[in-house]
């Protein structure tokens, strides 16, 4: 395949101007901090012959309305929450003469953007031949601060090299133009009213400003824009304030305007001065180069964390550095906010966040980004009450039951078979706890937030689960969803059971380790939670006699029932079919022995210690047999055990498979959004799959293998205060230990001490 892209280590480059991939482009262009997301779009919107997708968003502002069904039974989820596209910023429309640029009408040549992972900006370059006769020579460099988490900020810069001309610049804050949906495909969001109403208008020499609201979740948005370093006016028009300037230009001259950009939201009018702060907060913007070298700061240290490099492939570091950039711009960092599906590049899944962040992304966090890992974990506490009132809907009596898929902690699924029927969240997100705590030490965490989600997903499991007479009294977990979404209410997903397991001990150690460590703490948790150690002991039980399929011929299967399935050989489905969700009913897929993404692999990557290496060898072959991959978090996971396994040539594939899915669009839907959750996953891939990271009770552990495609590859990983630099080789690995304490890790299962 031609590559779309320059292979570059730090950047992503399109030259020229394709119309056709316009869309895709706009999800890779994408700008994000976290809070604020700008779509890739062109400054002037559109181009003739070409389709947008047009993109502002802010993480976890949303609109909701009921969800219709046809038919309504008890305690289905109730509303659609639907990230807003907020009011756009980011245009610069420029007119030559009159002119209107127009990448699909003028003469413009040259044409390249680039994505600068390094410096955390988006520019863009062109030469402009107008009709008039004058060549113009444009940049144009967009950021969204990372140290900054309400302003964005542009620059254009024009030169004439040739002729003269009268150059007029707009610039607007207008209601975002809102693409339709696909009404077939459930991952895209349609048939939805996705309009913000206005506010309020703002127009007054070098700031424009508008204010919109919600229809129903009461939410009120702000942005202002001062435009900075060229005189203008401002005027409000019927739905959007616009500022123009117009100069001459001619040979020789040159034009530089700066805009910063400030967006604030609140919800149910928690900040009555929203309004007043955000045109504050415009004007108040450090200048255009500061925002520049703090972005470059923010990013220095992000890439140092990471330590990532690979020899011998620039396709695959390019790949790698594009998907850790991507999440890195994607993640919530107020405790607040958590990390959707498409992360702030798309409308993709609605915006909502599911057991992604915790299964896939938060490992990359918790290694190289400790800090932003615990910020996602507070999201987590944050939506506990909406956890635990969704629980007692469901008819738990006790526990908390997060939502399958949401932005504000409320259940938003509504196909409850493959969504809240996904117990396996609750597990997930015990799990990363867990990890964190391991890895971070944070006991400041754990008594504030991680024991009480620790304690009440476990009871959530307890309260689900019972000791099956028909099992010999072990503890079952009946009629639940795991991650493979083509295998729902099935029971004994081995996967849900062992999280659920986990998850039991976990909270009985936690709240043991408090009671010696914080006995303040505790009997505040104690109190507040009706919580004795007898119940403890009581999951303890449960943990121990935790019922696991038993193997037919060596075969787990992945819950009580798959090997019952009727045989569906993936090589008699035709490859226009997949994914399998949009081609066949739901009862056609549940019925076949057939995977979205296979649990029993996931469950060997994580659980490693349950089975043996010949169990997961033989394992590997026949859910590799089974699995369509439709789902994107799928490769990752088999490129790792792969790698365990020895099969190093298989995985070295399912690696590539996914390095760079969104980079060459492999899934053709791109244009939605980018695959978060995939993207973290190559780092796992890398660090668990080819470097044999594990590490759990204070040990550390490599066992590094290089694919004969690369010459070497490198990365860091934090643990427990020391940062390691592993770098490998065909020859042998090497460890250093870049920061922190002195530590003893394991390489290949022989120790070795950094100091
Ligand atoms: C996957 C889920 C995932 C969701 C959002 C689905 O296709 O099956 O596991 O959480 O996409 O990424």
């Known amino acids: ?94 007119f030559a003469d009159g002119e209107r640029l127009d990448m699909g009408l003028s003469d413009v040549r040259d044409h390249r953007r680039v994505l600068d992972m390094r410096t955390g900006v988006l520019r863009r370059g062109f030469a402009w031949h107008t009709k008039g006769g004058a060549v113009l020579e444009v940049e144009m460099t967009r950021l969204v601060s990372f140290t900054r988490q309400e302003l964005a900020a ?54 424009i400003a ?45 034009f530089r305007l700066d805009k910063s950009i400030c967006y604030m939201a609140a919800r149910y009018d928690e900040e009555p001065a929203l309004w007043e702060k955000t045109l504050d907060g415009c004007k108040a913007a450090p200048d255009f180069d500061t925002l520049l070298q703090e972005q470059r700061a923010s990013l220095d240290a992000f890439w ?27 993640a ?28 896939y992304i938060l490992p990359v966090f918790i290694h190289t980004d400790p800090a932003l890992a615990r910020k996602l974990l507070e999201y987590r506490y944050a939506i506990l009450p909406k956890a635990r009132e969704r629980a007692r809907e469901l008819g738990h009596e006790k526990g908390a039951l997060y939502a399958w898929r949401t932005i504000d902690g409320e259940e938003c699924s509504a196909y409850f078979p493959a969504g809240t029927a996904q117990y396996h969240i609750n597990g997930d997100i015990a799990h990363a706890v867990c990890e964190y705590y391991d890895a971070a030490q944070d006991l400041d965490f754990l008594a504030k937030f991680g024991a009480e989600i620790l304690v009440e997903t476990a009871r959530l499991y307890y309260d689900l689960g019972f000791f099956s007479a028909v099992k010999n009294g072990r503890f079952v977990l009946n009629c639940v969803t795991g991650p493979d979404e083509y295998n729902v209410m099935v029971n004994n997903n081995v996967y849900t059971n062992c999280v659920a397991e986990e998850n039991f001990r976990s909270a009985a150690e936690a709240m043991a380790l408090l009671a010696d460590k914080r006995p303040q703490d505790y009997d505040r948790l104690c109190q507040a939670l009706a919580f004795h150690p007898a119940e403890a002991e009581l999951w303890l039980v449960a943990a121990d006699r935790m019922y696991y399929p038993a193997p037919q011929d060596g075969i787990y299967p992945q819950d009580d029932d798959f090997l019952n399935r009727k045989p569906w050989p993936l090589s008699t489905i035709p490859a226009d079919k997949h994914p399998l969700l949009i081609h066949y009913h739901g009862l056609t897929i549940y019925r076949h022995m057939v995977c979205k993404q296979a649990d029993l692999i996931l469950a060997m990557t994580q659980y490693g210690d349950r089975w043996t290496m010949e169990e997961k060898k033989k394992n590997f072959a026949f ?86 495609q690369w010459k070497g590859y490198s990365f860091c990983v934090g643990y427990r205060g020391s940062t390691v630099q592993v770098s490998v080789h065909a020859e042998g690995a090497e460890y250093k230990l870049l920061s922190g304490e002195p530590i003893t890790i394991l390489s290949h299962g022989k120790p070795v001490a950094l100091r």
Not at 341 to 348: D, N
């Open 304 to 330: 140092n964390g990471a330590g990532l490099g690979i020899e011998g492939d620039d396709a695959l570091l390019q790949g790698l550095r594009f998907n850790l950039f991507h999440i890195f711009q994607s």
């Open 210 to 254: 508008m204010e919109q609201k919600t229809k129903n979740s009461g939410f009120t948005i702000c942005c202002a824009v001062e435009h900075r370093g060229a005189e203008g006016s401002s005027a409000k028009h019927e739905n959007m304030a616009v500022w123009k300037t117009e100069i001459k230009l001619r040979a020789g001259e040159s």
């Open 332 to 359: 919530g960092r107020d405790g607040r906010r958590n990390i959707a599906a498409k992360g702030l590049t798309g409308e993709g899944y609605e915006g909502h966040t599911f057991w992604d962040t915790e299964a």
């Open 1 to 94: 395949m031609e590559a779309k892209f320059p292979y570059q280590p730090w950047e992503i480059t399109e030259l020229g101007f394709s119309a056709k991939d316009l869309r895709e482009n706009e999800s890779v262009f994408a700008l994000g901090n976290g809070f604020i997301g700008m779509r890739g779009n062109l400054e002037e919107g559109s181009a003739t012959g070409a389709d947008t997708i047009q993109g502002s968003f802010l993480n976890g502002v949303f609109d909701s309305e009921p969800i219709v069904y046809g038919e309504k039974a008890y305690g289905y989820a109730k509303n659609h929450e639907t990230i807003c596209n907020v009011m756009d910023a980011k245009s610069l429309t420029l």
């Open 623 to 708: 859910y590799d047999g089974v699995t369509t991959h439709d789902s994107s978090l799928s490769m990752a996971v088999f490129s790792i055990l792969a790698n365990e396994i020895g099969e190093v040539g298989v995985g070295y594939d399912y690696f590539m498979s996914s390095a760079r899915l969104d980079l060459d669009d492999m899934h053709h839907n791109t244009k939605d959004g980018l695959h978060m959750a995939n993207m973290a996953g190559t780092w796992t891939g890398l660090v668990r799959g080819f470097g044999g990271m594990r590490c759990k009770n204070g040990k550390l552990s490599f066992a590094p293998v290089c694919p004969p």
């Open 154 to 207: 542009a620059r254009l810069d024009v030169k004439c090299p040739e002729g003269v001309c009268t150059l007029t610049v707009e610039s607007a804050v207008a209601p975002a133009v809102i693409a339709e949906g696909d009404p077939n495909d459930p991952r895209n969001a349609a048939g939805k009213d996705r309009s913000l109403t206005l506010a309020g208008l703002f127009a007054e020499d070098a700031v």
